[in-house]
């Protein structure tokens, strides 16, 4: 039985050595070789292919994300068609799969595809698993793009949104300034925090409060008022003297009167569109020129103490010190004289005579060099910027903040008092119609003209 199990054995062995031998032989042969051969060149074709097209698309496929500790922030955009009803759940799934932190998430219908939903979604993952997270997502959405967030300071969009920009500076504050002549003197500051009550109770709609004045403030204005008058005649430009005939005319201006604001806002929107809005003090830069978006011009009710210097303007990075050089300090050439344009001059005994002695420097007015030189808060101005015109001030104005790059471009409703981001086609396509509408009305009165 032995020998018999051993020789059985042997046997087995043998036939399945011939076999492997076999088997050998054929994958050695010509024919085989061939096909494994292809199936080697095929595979490295197909990588070639695959690293060239990654290669190509690197540009436009760039994961964009922003990095923190180990943690990538990813603004991911994708599109699910809603007749693949597992794709949501699956898409879902591969969040889940990373152990994904989902921080904001935004569904919309898409305007590509029908039956579509477009989703945003914020998200927090582990850095190393970016790639695989975006390719795992690709494999059940379309569209899978990635964003950096664009962080913007909120600015009002209506007009009623003013209620919200009423944060004062400080600095100039009699309250907190003891170089302020009024710091000592309890019964100015409680009269200004009185009238400065107005405006913080003031609400978008309403009517501005009258306030009653005292004798010995129309006194302080008398002073200002006739001084400023007299020198008005051979420092001021003509604009402002026509603008200010008109304000004595319609809005009671004169040296015993101290004209309401709610009367010169009624005036002012009649004739220019521009409202005023009471505020209790300085103003800060980004408020103030938020408001001058919407035709709005805040200002204060209360009279400054007889001896206070103005504060000055708001002032925000470039736009505020061209502000500052044009509308506070501007100065102009009209009949071959220079003239006092700005309202922080025409507003200041003192500096108005200053700018016109000849012991401060006068410079061209080029926007590009008055955005970034330096301005006193504190005394007189050392340097001023003077304009061949009023007209050529208003344009070199405009042309420079025309030449700003924003991140986003916005447009000034008049109808609705308000701003609208023109973020998408639809909206400059709507903003294009209200143009050539208007466009066609002036055509036709000029062809009626003709």
Request: aromatic share 10%.
């Amino acid at each position: 039985m032995h020998l018999s199990s051993s020789s059985t054995s042997f046997t087995k062995s043998i036939r399945r050595a011939a076999s492997e031998l076999e088997r050998a032989d054929s994958i050695t042969s010509p024919r085989f070789l061939g096909r494994r051969q292809s199936l080697i060149e095929d595979a490295r074709k197909e990588r070639e292919a695959a690293a060239a097209a990654t290669e190509a698309a690197a540009p436009s496929e760039q994961i964009v994300f922003e990095e923190d500790d180990g943690k990538a922030l990813l603004n991911l955009f994708f599109t699910l068609r809603n007749s693949k009803t597992p794709a949501l759940s699956r898409t879902l799934k591969v969040f889940e799969t990373f152990e994904a932190k989902i921080q904001h998430l935004e569904t919309r219908p898409c305007r590509k595809l029908k039956d579509s939903m477009e989703y945003f979604v914020r998200c927090e993952v582990h850095l190393s698993d970016v790639s695989t997270l975006i390719s795992s997502i690709k494999k059940n959405a379309e569209d899978v793009k990635t964003t950096k967030e664009v962080k913007f300071h909120w600015f009002p969009k209506k007009i009623a949104d003013l209620d919200k920009c009423h944060h004062l500076v400080t600095k100039f504050d009699p309250d907190l300034d003891q170089d302020h002549p009024g710091y000592t003197d309890s019964a100015y500051r409680q009269r200004r925090n009185m009238i400065g009550d107005i405006a913080f109770r003031y609400k978008h709609g309403h009517s501005i409060a009258r306030v009653e004045y005292t004798e010995e403030e129309i006194g302080t204005w008398r002073e200002v008022y006739s001084t400023l008058k007299d020198l008005y005649i051979t420092h001021a430009c003509s604009e402002y003297l026509e603008a200010l005939c008109q304000l004595e005319r319609h809005c009671g201006y004169s040296p015993d009167n101290i004209p309401q604001l709610e009367d010169v806002s009624c005036f002012l929107k009649e004739r220019t569109g521009f409202l005023l809005r009471p505020v209790a003090g300085l103003l800060s830069a980004r408020d103030f020129l938020a408001s001058l978006a919407f035709r709005v011009f805040q200002c204060t009710q209360y009279i400054l103490y007889e001896y206070a210097s103005s504060p000055p303007s708001p002032l925000l990075h470039c736009c505020s010190l061209l502000y500052w050089f044009t509308v506070e300090y501007g100065l102009c050439k009209q009949n071959g004289e220079v003239r006092a344009y700005g309202a922080g001059l025409l507003s200041s005994y003192g500096e108005l005579v200053h700018s016109l002695s000849g012991e401060p420097e006068t410079r061209q007015f080029e926007p590009e060099a008055a955005a970034v030189q330096p301005y006193q808060d504190h005394t007189y101005q050392p340097v001023y910027f003077v304009s061949e015109s009023f007209s050529d001030a208003k344009e070199k104005f405009r042309g420079y903040m025309a030449g700003i790059k924003r991140p986003f471009s916005v447009k000034f409703d008049p109808f609705t008092s308000s701003v609208e981001v023109l973020d998408n086609p639809l909206k400059i396509q709507e903003g294009l119609e209200g143009v050539k509408d208007e466009l066609k009305i002036l055509t036709d009165a000029l062809s009626v003209l003709s």
